[in-house]
């Protein structure tokens, strides 16, 4: 993995993958506070990701739901769901990011998401789904968007469908916790979880970079694997010297049982919210005014 050239100075580190840094720079960049590109992980097929086109194919009208709940997971279902042959499915996802990966081919057909927690996180995914109705079928995606997102409100939230099966399919990351299927299989629902992608420490790394890397004041966190895979290659003594700025919760519970201070996370995830929150680390540091 080779990282990007870094600057003389950078303020703050992005370790998300490569190619999914550029939203947060832009922001961060056009506010004048600099930036090093550092991804911490990469992606990888998980062990089931060859077991999903054929499950749709074969079962897609079997499940209530399909519960999505991250942009990675998005991509690589919708990439099932194109080998499937696009099977008809009623999607549940988690967060803005999710949302928008469905969005964004909408004129291709590609189908909408029709539930989002009221928190967007797994384990109000369980307890919300009441009673699905037509309703949900008639209003679009903003009308339902919660005010933040992760999955942990999936198992409280997921309404059930009136005459449904009860049965969930689940895309997932092979790190991905146990949280939302158990708050659904609480509820009643059966849960078929498939480990479709993985996500694990880059196994190259710029050696400027990095040394450039820990003088930072601030670095970025988009999951968990990122936090620990920093951790595990910067270490953990120069890590507690540094604000952790969490895209969210689950990332910021992450970091939190690493040991780590100074962690801060939006309560609606996104990248202005997530920008925000790393303003608000480089003030606590004064190297940003106050009034900025």
């Known amino acids: 993995m080779v990282a990007a050239a870094a600057p003389a100075a950078a303020q703050v580190v ?15 960049e056009g506010r004048g506070i600099a930036c090093l590109e550092l991804p911490m992980v990469e992606t990888t097929a998980g062990p089931d990701r060859d077991r999903l086109p054929q499950i749709l194919a074969e079962r897609a009208a079997e499940f209530d739901w399909v519960c999505i709940t991250s942009p990675e997971a998005a991509s690589v279902f919708l990439e099932g769901w194109n080998a499937a042959g696009r099977p008809a499915v009623r999607l549940a996802v988690v967060g803005e990011g999710t949302g928008k990966v469905f969005e964004a081919a909408a004129a291709d057909g590609v189908p909408q998401p029709q539930f989002v927690p009221s928190v967007a996180n797994a384990e109000h995914f369980g307890p919300e789904l009441s009673t699905f109705g037509q309703v949900f079928d008639q209003m679009p995606l903003s009308a339902h968007l919660p005010a933040q997102a992760n999955a942990e409100h999936f ?138």
């Open 155 to 292: 198992g409280p939230e997921l309404p059930f469908v009136e005459g449904g099966s009860k049965r969930v399919l689940y895309p997932a990351s092979n790190k991905a916790s146990t949280e939302l299927q158990s708050g659904l299989e609480k509820r009643g629902f059966e849960v078929l979880r498939l480990n479709t992608y993985d996500t694990v420490p880059v196994t190259r790394l710029d050696a400027a970079a990095l040394e450039a890397a820990k003088q930072a004041a601030v670095v970025t966190v988009g999951s968990p694997s990122a936090i620990k895979a920093w951790v595990q290659i910067v270490g953990e003594e120069a890590t507690q010297g540094m604000s952790i700025a969490c895209i969210g919760s689950t990332s910021a519970r992450a970091a939190e049982k690493l040991g780590l201070q100074c962690i801060k996370y939006p309560d609606a995830p996104g990248v202005d919210t997530w920008a925000a929150v790393v303003e608000d680390c480089l003030r606590e540091r004064q190297l940003l005014p106050t009034s900025a």
């Open 14 to 28: 992005l370790t998300r993958e490569q190619g999914k840094n550029g939203k947060l720079r832009k922001v961060l």
